[in-house]
C-alpha cells in the first residue's frame, strides 16, 4: 500500500471529522471508500459511452429496430398470438 498525501478544504474536512465519530471509522477508511466509490462511477461511466459509441455505430449501419416493429411487439405482450421479439431491419 501507498502513502498519498492530500490537502483537503476545510468544510471538507470538518465534514470528514463529523462522519469519523459518527460511523466510526478511521479518516483513512472513509478517504479510501470515496476515492473507491468515485472510481468505480468514474469506471462505469466510461463503460455506458462505450456501450452508447457501439449503439450508435450499429445505428449507422442499420442494425436497429424500427419503434414500429416494437410497438407491435410489445401489444401483443400476454395475448395467445404473442410476436417473437423483433429483429434488426423489421
Same mark, same amino acid.
Given at each position: 500500500m501507498t502513502v498519498t498525501t492530500i490537502r483537503l478544504q476545510p468544510e471538507v474536512e470538518s465534514g470528514l471529522d463529523s462522519l469519523t465519530t459518527k460511523l466510526h471509522r478511521s479518516r483513512n477508511w472513509l478517504i479510501n471508500q470515496a476515492v473507491? #466509490?468515485? %472510481? +468505480?462511477?468514474? #469506471?462505469?461511466g466510461q463503460a455506458r459511452w462505450q456501450d452508447t459509441l457501439a449503439?450508435? #455505430?450499429? %445505428? +449507422?449501419?442499420? #442494425? +436497429?429496430v424500427s419503434g414500429q416493429a416494437v410497438h407491435e411487439w410489445l401489444g401483443s405482450w400476454g395475448k395467445a398470438d404473442e410476436l417473437a421479439p423483433p429483429k434488426a431491419g423489421q
Open positions: 473507491r #466509490e468515485f %472510481v +468505480a462511477r468514474q #469506471e462505469l449503439a450508435m #455505430e450499429s %445505428v +449507422a449501419r442499420g #442494425e +436497429a
